[in-house]
């Protein structure tokens, strides 16, 4: 099983800031298969990027992915009210389809 | 639109059974692979069963290996997660999500469905 420590827990900003939140993986993952979905309170998780570094339709070019093998990034480029929320990271290289534990941003 | 509705979550009993529906519209159902993931309060998302277009590729997470049955179908527009024997670390937010492929990032969710599981 993969699994996938995402850091640091919470991520204290101010609107305009940049975010960088990381995802590591125990062992690689193959052909980049990692997704980060975005969470806010009540709601469903929303797919940001897939295959590591492509962002899925609709979502705003401040988001951004990169990394291979074991280390992921999401960067947040400016901050905007709206994205203050839970960040969450999902292998699917290899069954169990494991996510991370989650990272909250948060305004300072 | 493209929309995801789950049900048949409620509060049961642990040893009990629970069936959860997720019915979908405005795509082509059965052009794609389809999961459950849940999360229990407070805490992160957990993937539970996957399910692909013809129900020919199938895989469980350990925790629920052997009491949870995932089936779709695709006449129907619907996709399944039967659970029993349930436990009380299995309360939780049931979400039905899919994908443009088996191997791929949930591009839609439903809104989810609870199952609480106590006595």
């Known amino acids: 099983e993969i699994v996938l420590t995402q850091s640091p827990g919470t991520l204290s900003l101010s609107p305009g800031e940049r975010a960088t939140l990381s995802c590591r993986a125990s062992?690689?993952?193959?052909?980049?298969?990692l997704a980060w979905y975005q969470q806010k309170p009540g709601q469903a998780p929303r797919l940001l990027i897939y295959?590591?570094?492509t962002r899925a339709t609709g979502i705003p070019d401040r988001f951004s992915g990169s990394g291979s093998g074991t280390d992921f990034t999401l960067t947040i480029s400016r901050l905007e009210p709206d994205d203050f929320a839970v960040y969450h990271c999902?292998?699917?290289?290899?069954?169990?389809?494991?996510f991370g534990q989650g990272t909250k941003v948060e305004i300072k | 639109e493209v929309q995801l509705v789950e049900s048949g979550g409620g509060l049961v009993q642990p040893g009990r059974s629970l069936r959860l529906s997720c019915a979908a519209s405005?795509?082509?159902?059965?052009?794609?692979?389809m999961h459950w993931v849940r999360q229990a309060p407070g805490k992160g998302l957990a993937w539970v069963s996957s399910?692909?277009?013809?129900?020919?590729?199938?895989d469980y997470a350990d925790s629920v290996k052997g009491r949870f049955t995932i089936s779709r179908d695709n006449a129907k527009n619907s996709l399944y997660l039967q659970m029993n024997n349930l436990r009380p670390e299995d309360t939780a937010l049931y979400f039905c999500?899919?994908?443009?492929?088996?191997?791929?990032?949930?591009?839609?969710w439903g809104q989810g469905t609870t199952v609480i599981v106590s006595s």
């Open positions: 399910i692909s277009w013809d129900s020919g590729i199938i």
């Open positions: 999902q292998q699917y290289t290899s069954s169990p389809h494991t």
């Open positions: 999500t899919k994908t443009t492929a088996y191997y791929s990032g949930m591009d839609v």
């Open positions: 295959a590591a570094s």
């Open positions: 405005g795509f082509i159902f059965d052009d794609y692979a």
């Open positions: 062992q690689s993952v193959a052909s980049n298969y």
